[in-house]
Structure formats: structure tokens, C-alpha cells
């Protein structure tokens, strides 16, 4: 029997907007604004702050005449790699590691001729709200700090948690046993997104009401020491399956390489990744052979590897003669933005 301990459940949850709060300019107290508005906040309440209201304190903005084209200088400077591009539209993964439309640069809810960026660190930015609430009220509170993101396969956007402080940010169910006795292998929660999506039912987005308090919610405290917050939420390249737009895989393999040494197992998971039908695949170190009489089908598997490389992190070299391909790391795709 697991000794994982069971899930606790809320009872009744109850989500307040604060109301009250001032259109934030850099420099403003937003912790004290936030206390002035919830007299009677708790010990074990849930603090969420939409991450437009910290950037504006933290002086996250950007002004659009200072170029014809700071918005474009903006975006470069926030992208790590374009993920997908439809039109006017940008994917991108940005500094944070989140993958988002702009890098979650936005101009709604924001002075005319301004943008805002996202925060530099939303957990620090959770981090030194919780403090101040504690140093000022002896309370002690977990804080999120939100933005809102669209969803693969799914219409319509939701609201995240970008920043986390003072609770874990996943409710991890792995060890337990579901109703019919069955153990739970990959039921891990994203609680903290759960909470962000919430707190939005309150805040609304024409509103103008930055930040929610939640109360009800059961929550273990963070690991001391613990400083991960939202940031243990962001897959990890080598495991995330849908790193690239299906249209921008063939530029991105196209993007380069870098040095460093290949992992091997990145090499065999590609060529794993190859239809069970295709021709006959091996490699030697870095190079992969690909044996078949029909050229047609060569090029085809050659196409499909130099795809299912690009999603591990490698680029392929191939060599025309012989149709070789040899193997490194792939510097970060950034296509047009």
C-alpha cells in the first residue's frame, strides 16, 4: 500500500476580486495598494496578481516611438526561438522559457504608446510580494503572478501562472490509488494554474481588477529553500514533443548549427521516431547511413529525420553524394520576427 499521502480536498472555495487598486506606473507600492484593499486577508489565503500590474511597478514598459520599429526590437530581444508563424502572428519560446504569442509582450490595459513586457522574474517578483506581506501583516500567504496564453488544439485563452511563491506548484498524485484501486502513475496537477485560471472568473479582462485573493484552497508550503516556483511548470526542450509548428519544421532545420558535443540517445530517439516502414536506418557516431534502392524513398526518410532531429535539438548536414547525414547541435531556430 502507498504511503503517498491522499489527496485533501476543498470543501467550499471562495475567489474576491480586490477592488479598489489604481492603474499601477512604475515605482508604485503594489503589495501596499493590494493590503489597503483586503483588510481581513488570511493566513493560507492564495494572492494572485496579473503580471501586467507587476510589470507596470517593476517598469516593464516600452515606448513605441521610440522607433518604427520598437515593438519588432522588442520582440527579438524577449525571443530564445520561434516556435510557429501564421501572418502577423509570432510563437515564440520566450526568456522565461514560456511559449507564447509576442513573448507575451501586450499593449492592452497599458498607457497609449506604451507596451509591456513580461516580467523579468515573476518568481522573484511572487517572492518579494509574499515578504511584504509578511513583514507588513505577520500573514503568511502564497502569491501567483498570472498571464494569460492560447492553448494548442484548444480555441479561446486562459490564464497561467507565470510566478509562484510560498506553495508547491504541482499537486503530485503519483503513488495513490484511484477509486477502483488502480495507482496513479502520471497524475500530477498544475495546482497553481488551476488557481490562475480561476482568480480570472473574478478579475475579468475589461474590468481593470489586477489581482484576486483565493481562500479555501488546500496547499502544502514550498520545499525551504524551495526557489523553482512557476518555473518547475516549463517542460523541458528534450521532452517536449511539440517543440515546433508542423509548418515551421523544414526552415527551422535549416537554422544552423553550434558547438558542443551530440548526446547519442538525442540521435537514436530521432531515428526511433521513423516510421516503422522506412528504409533501412543506422548510425556510426554522428553520422547516420540511410541504406534503400529507391532514391524517392531515400529522400522521403532523409526529410523525415532531418525533422524528427530538429525536435531533439540537432540539425542535420546532408551530404548530397551520398546522402549522409551528419549530426549536431542545432542553434535556436528564430525565423522571422
Known amino acids: 500500500m502507498s504511503d503517498a499521502p491522499i489527496e485533501q480536498l476543498s470543501t467550499e472555495i471562495v475567489i474576491r476580486p480586490v477592488l479598489g487598486l489604481p492603474d499601477f506606473a512604475p515605482g508604485d507600492d503594489l503589495t501596499g495598494a493590494i493590503l489597503q484593499n483586503v483588510p481581513d486577508l488570511r493566513d493560507g489565503d492564495v494572492l494572485v496578481v496579473t503580471s501586467k500590474a507587476v510589470s507596470k511597478c517593476e517598469g516593464r514598459l516600452v515606448r513605441q516611438d521610440t522607433g518604427p520599429d520598437a515593438r519588432a526590437t522588442a520582440l527579438r530581444e524577449q525571443t530564445m526561438a520561434v516556435v510557429a508563424q501564421r501572418g ?17 509582450i501586450d ?18 517578483s511572487a517572492r518579494e510580494i509574499r515578504r511584504v506581506v509578511e ?5 503568511d500567504v502564497a502569491v501567483l503572478i498570472t498571464d494569460t496564453v492560447g492553448r494548442p488544439w484548444r480555441e479561446g485563452l486562459v490564464d497561467i501562472a507565470i510566478g509562484a511563491a ?19 502513475a502520471v497524475t500530477a496537477l498544475a495546482q497553481i494554474d488551476e488557481i490562475a485560471s480561476a482568480s480570472e472568473l473574478v478579475r475579468g479582462k475589461l474590468a481593470e481588477v489586477p489581482a484576486a485573493v483565493v ?44 558547438e558542443g558535443p551530440v548526446p547519442d540517445h538525442l540521435i537514436d530517439e530521432a531515428i526511433g521516431a521513423l516510421p516503422q516502414s522506412s528504409a533501412k536506418v ?22 523525415l529525420l532531418l525533422a524528427a532531429l530538429r525536435a531533439e535539438g540537432l540539425a542535420g548536414t546532408v551530404n548530397p553524394a551520398t546522402g549522409q547525414i551528419t549530426v549536431s547541435l542545432a542553434a535556436p531556430y528564430q525565423g522571422r520576427v
Open 88 to 104: 502577423p502572428t509570432t510563437i515564440v519560446r520566450n526568456r522565461l522559457g514560456l511559449t507564447m504569442a509576442a513573448a507575451g
Open 107 to 124: 499593449a492592452s490595459n497599458v498607457t497609449d504608446g506604451f507596451i509591456a513586457l513580461l516580467p523579468e522574474d515573476p518568481d522573484a
Open 135 to 139: 513583514q507588513r501583516r505577520g500573514i
Open 166 to 184: 510560498g506553495m508547491e506548484a504541482l499537486r503530485d498524485l503519483r503513488g495513490t490509488v484511484d477509486t477502483h484501486g488502480r495507482p496513479l
Open 215 to 258: 481562500r479555501g484552497v488546500p496547499w502544502r508550503p514550498a520545499v525551504e529553500g524551495d526557489t523553482g516556483g512557476a518555473r518547475q511548470l516549463v517542460r523541458p526542450h528534450d521532452s517536449d514533443m511539440f517543440a515546433l509548428g508542423c509548418r515551421d519544421v523544414v526552415p527551422a532545420t535549416a537554422s544552423g548549427t553550434t
Open 282 to 303: 543506422h548510425r556510426t557516431g554522428n553520422t547516420v547511413i540511410i541504406n534503400d534502392e529507391s532514391d524517392l524513398k531515400t529522400g522521403v526518410v532523409i526529410g
